[in-house]
């Protein structure tokens, strides 16, 4: 279908359907059944098998006509490409519906006190008991925890065999009396993030994902997923025109419990977009030194951008591409968020000592100082990053390991 | 703006790469580089005039192939890596781009061709290499062309059959064409750091010439940015060569019973330089676009310029520091190429003389 007869048949069809005094489950749930609520997807499951730039069209007619889309905020988007990729046809059946119409949150349960960067290092164990999966152990780091219905969760099942075949991956039931997730305070002041303490939690056995052992294998599915959105993570979108209207309410209440914890997600990637506006505001643009900085990031940024773009062509025109898009990007990102960062504190000046509503734009330059840190982390953090792409990209040696042999026997966190 | 390379373009890389590096390995470089003459006419006359290559930026008019920056940047990066001796910069790049920013239709006509097929090596003659700004202060001309000052650096300068001159004549900036055998003319060859890029001091003194065209402020900042575009996209070249052959020598060298590759450091300031490259070679393609679409050239060229420049010396600088000792040694090749990248880094303005053009542009649109 071409750009326009898609926005045709999509706006006949908002036209005849999009009503604002429908509940939004109900709402959803029509989406779901025409195919607008997840176009890239097939049509056996919700979808239409668009490409991205179909979808794109489809996006934006929705966002004119101040339509309200599937849910999509948050790692629910993880759960269900996940899901979609590696999940059997009574998991998609059961979990994918309840993701898009958003009665169901999620949240990305893999990072342990012991083992964040070495994720295969994970020690949450799983046994096999009495016709259930019983989990016991501890998660950290885990955005969106506090309110998530589910989880996506790793745990050991193995611990005889190298470790990353002992691994295996569960759909988590949150609400339930074995799972507790207390929200941590970051740096920047926000709690998105929590620790999450199983005991004898349960998971039935149609909820394993991929198969005993095959955890691994789904998790870096996941982890292919995150990486490549970094960059151009969906956010809820924002609707054109007036927004009157019962569906509106319910819609603005969703956003505003599942967006709270990223809030702050556009100011850790350093708000370039902020830049040339208060250097002109406070007249530090006039300053040589901070000049040539700001200049930098403009090369970075322009760059990173015009890099993308021409991997996403090379992408869609199936010539091979060298450069795995994913670990480049979110270097990238965290050059440019440092830069930036730099570059604000010059044009502060002492100004940047301040916070909360005493800092400049609202209080958002001081949040930007303080949340840059996270994006070398999160994610994948910036090292390991380098080491994917030395070892990958330019078949540079693999140094020397530690952790061959049974899980059992290797070295690791008290 | 097309993002990819046409199937074309592709060809042409190929084409361009195969022929350099059968025809300019670094034993050529080093040949090359220790003659007067600094170049091999032969290879030149192959390459540059049988070939087309001097002429893949020319319109079909003069003479040349009809291709546009992203061309003359396909082949300016491919003669960085292999670090191609011949006066391509100064007489394709720079003479030819200023006979079309600024010569009257009759002398492109006359001079353009001979610079297509390789016949004419010409030199463009400007008597400030830092920034276009200054450009017209050291040399002066009479209302019938006799020219008086001096160039402290010109490129290829030696070898020129033809020099065009960038002066001052009256209130304005004029182009002038000076005939190698001119009277009143010195040239005198430069001790320099980059020694496969030649530079010549060059006096007027009462020299005939003949005005072939006048350069406003806007059409000598176009020249410029073909220029640095150009430029650019040879540091690129230049630039991934010595990226790949210091991957290439970490996987070989042992130290401590394993590969210096293995090495975490190492690896982690290969990747470092991996997304250095890429973004600075982003942007420089992205200049070609924006030139041969006539849109925000400036602030492209000197974004390129600018990425292009920080990017090679990166490069040369990890390329001996990794190789260690040998790295250092006149008979090990990374030096040519370090030379190269400070020579470049510095022609045609510094990074931090196009990052502020960038931000005065910036300002001046906003
Ligand atoms: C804002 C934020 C949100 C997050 N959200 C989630 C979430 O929703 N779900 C979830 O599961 N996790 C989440 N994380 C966790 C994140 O993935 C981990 O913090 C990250 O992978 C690093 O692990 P770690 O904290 O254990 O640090 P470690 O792995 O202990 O790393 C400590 C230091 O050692 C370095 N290091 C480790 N291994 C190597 C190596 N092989 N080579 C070189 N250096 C190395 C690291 O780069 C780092 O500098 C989040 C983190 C942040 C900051």
């Not at chain 1, 097939?42 to 934006?60: A, C, I, K, M, N």
């Not at chain 1, 996506?152 to 799972?179: C, E, N």
């Not at chain 1, 691994?216 to 209207?245: C, I, M, N, Y």
């Not at chain 1, 603005?252 to 506006?277: C, F, K, M, N, S």
Request: hydrophobic share 40%; proline share 5%; glycine share 10%.
């Amino acid at each position: 279908m071409t750009p326009e007869q898609i926005r045709r048949e999509v706006s006949a069809w908002l036209d005849a359907n999009w009503r604002v005094d429908r509940p939004l489950i109900e709402w959803r749930n029509l989406l779901l059944e025409a195919g607008w609520a997840a176009p890239h997807w097939p049509e056996e499951w919700y979808g239409r098998g668009f490409t991205l730039e179909q979808t794109v069209v489809v996006v934006e007619v929705f966002r004119e006509m101040a339509a309200v889309p599937a849910a999509q905020v948050g790692p629910r988007g993880l759960a269900s490409e996940t899901i979609l990729a590696c999940g059997s046809d009574d998991q998609k059946r059961r979990f994918l519906r309840p993701i898009l119409t958003g009665e169901h949150t999620w949240c990305q349960l893999f990072s342990e006190p012991g083992s964040g960067s070495d994720l295969a290092g994970l020690s949450t164990r799983a046994e096999f008991k009495d016709g259930n999966w019983i989990l016991n152990g501890q998660k950290v780091w885990n955005t969106s925890a506090h309110h998530a219905d589910f989880g996506l969760l790793v745990a050991r099942t193995d611990w005889d065999v190298p470790k990353h075949q002992g691994i295996s991956y569960f759909l988590l039931d949150m609400r339930q009396p074995g799972v507790e997730a207390r929200p941590l305070r970051q740096m920047n002041g926000h709690q998105s993030f929590n620790e999450v303490f199983m005991t004898n939690a349960v998971v039935p056995p149609e909820d394993l994902i991929g198969g005993e052992g095959n955890g691994w294998h789904v998790a870096k599915t996941t982890l292919s997923f995150e990486r490549r959105g970094f960059s151009r993570r969906v956010r809820g979108s924002t609707l054109d025109g007036p927004k009157q209207g019962p569906i509106y309410e319910e819609y603005e209440e969703e956003l505003r419990i599942a967006a709270e914890p990223y809030t702050w997600y556009p100011q850790r990637e350093g708000r370039v977009d902020l830049v040339l506006p208060r250097a002109r505001e406070t007249g530090a643009i006039a300053d040589p030194a901070t000049r040539q900085e700001i200049a930098k990031l403009i090369c970075l940024h322009t760059g990173a951008k015009l890099a993308s773009d021409s991997a996403e062509a090379k992408r869609k025109a199936g010539t091979t591409d060298i450069i795995p898009e994913g670990s480049i990007g979110k270097l990238a990102a965290s050059v440019i968020a440092r830069q930036a960062s730099l570059v604000h504190t010059m044009i502060s000046g002492a100004d940047a000592m301040l916070s909360g509503p005493e800092s400049a734009a609202d209080g958002l330059i001081a949040e930007i100082l303080v949340s840059v840190p996270a994006i070398s982390i999160a994610g994948g953090t910036d090292e390991i990053q380098r080491n994917i792409i030395s070892e990958r990209v330019l078949g540079m040696p693999k140094g020397y390991r530690a952790d061959q042999g049974p899980f059992r026997d290797i070295k690791r966190n008290a | 703006m097309h993002i990819e390379f046409s199937p074309e373009q592709q060809l042409l890389r190929d084409i361009v790469s195969r022929a350099l590096r059968e025809k300019s390995p670094a034993t050529a470089v080093r040949e090359q580089m220790a003659s007067d003459r600094g170049y091999d006419p032969a290879v030149w006359q192959e390459l540059c005039g049988d070939a087309g290559l001097a002429g893949v930026h020319l319109p079909e008019a003069y003479g040349g192939a009809g291709g546009g920056a992203v061309e003359l940047g396909i082949v300016a990066e491919e003669m960085g890596r292999t670090l191609f001796c011949g006066p391509f910069l100064a007489s394709a790049v720079m003479a030819g781009g200023a006979l079309l920013e600024a010569a009257n239709e009759a002398d492109r006509a006359e001079l353009l061709p001979g610079i297509a097929t390789g016949a004419t090596i010409a030199t463009l003659v400007l008597d400030d290499l830092n920034s276009p700004v200054g450009v017209g202060g050291s040399i002066a001309a009479t209302v019938d062309g006799v020219l008086s000052g001096t160039a402290a650096m010109v490129v290829d300068a030696h070898v020129a059959d033809l020099l065009l001159v960038v002066a001052k004549g009256g209130s304005s900036l004029g182009l002038y064409a000076v005939e190698a055998d001119a009277s009143g003319l010195d040239i005198a060859p430069l001790e320099v750091v980059d020694q496969t890029r030649k530079l010549s001091r060059v006096t007027f003194s009462d020299t005939p010439s003949r005005e072939i065209g006048q350069l406003t402020r806007q059409s000598l900042n176009r020249l410029w940015d073909r220029v640095c575009s150009a430029l650019a996209h040879e540091m690129i070249g230049g630039a991934q060569h010595l990226f790949e052959s210091t991957v290439a020598y970490t996987k070989q060298r042992f130290q401590f019973g394993r590969p210096i590759g293995s090495f975490q450091a190492l690896k982690h300031r290969c990747a470092d330089l991996l997304l250095e490259i890429e973004l600075a070679r982003a942007v420089t393609y992205h200049s070609a676009r924006c030139l041969d679409a006539r849109e925000g050239e400036p602030y492209a060229a000197s974004m390129a310029k600018a990425a292009a420049a920080d990017a090679y010396m990166s490069a040369a600088r990890a390329a001996i520091q990794l190789r260690g000792g040998i790295g250092f040694t006149w008979e090990n090749d990374t030096h040519l190429w370090f030379k190269r990248a400070k020579g470049s880094e510095v022609l045609f303005g510094t990074p931090a003389i196009h990052r502020e053009r960038m931000m005065t542009l910036l300002e001046s649109a906003a």
